[in-house]
């Protein structure tokens, strides 16, 4: 009996353990993220943002500001550390040569990323050649 109990003890604490390891690899879905560094370039003047929500069963969307347009794609989440945006669309605006040139390098970016990980609040995006660095965006500026 005692077995038993103690089999059972130490099965519950390894599901809850498996269980918060699992929680800690989930994308963090409707949290606002603002870039701040990208390949080690302070990029934070620029605004770019991005945001993943879920789209009515079909996966995840992902939206955000890309330097002169706002920006939408369908996401690939479906494995632990998977990033793998696809058609990528924005709306037709258009701004100063310089913010467009920002807005062309960073969707080439974000469409070249293929992981992701959380290093504390940080969320890094992780390419071959390139790496986003992105912090939640502050309440306030949620609500805007």
């Not at 890309?66 to 696809?86: H, I, Q, Y």
């Not at 062309?104 to 390139?130: C, P, Q, Y």
Request: charged share 25%; hydrophobic share 40%; net charge positive.
């Amino acid at each position: 009996m005692r077995r038993a109990a103690l089999f059972c003890l130490l099965l519950g604490l390894f599901a809850h353990s498996a269980g918060a390891q699992e929680a800690s690899r989930r994308f963090p879905v409707e949290q606002r993220f603002v870039v701040n560094y990208l390949n080690g370039q302070d990029f934070m003047s620029k605004s770019l943002t991005l945001t993943v929500r879920r789209d009515m069963g079909r996966g995840f969307r992902a939206t955000g500001y890309s330097g002169c347009n706002t920006w939408f794609a369908r996401l690939d989440l479906s494995e632990a550390d998977r990033f793998a945006v696809t058609d990528v669309s924005t709306t037709r605006k258009m701004c100063h040569r310089d913010r467009m040139r920002t807005e062309r390098e960073f969707l080439a970016i974000v469409r070249s990323v293929k992981h992701w990980r959380m290093d504390g609040r940080m969320l890094l995006l992780l390419g071959d050649t390139s790496t986003l660095v992105l912090a939640p965006a502050s309440r306030t500026a949620q609500l805007n």
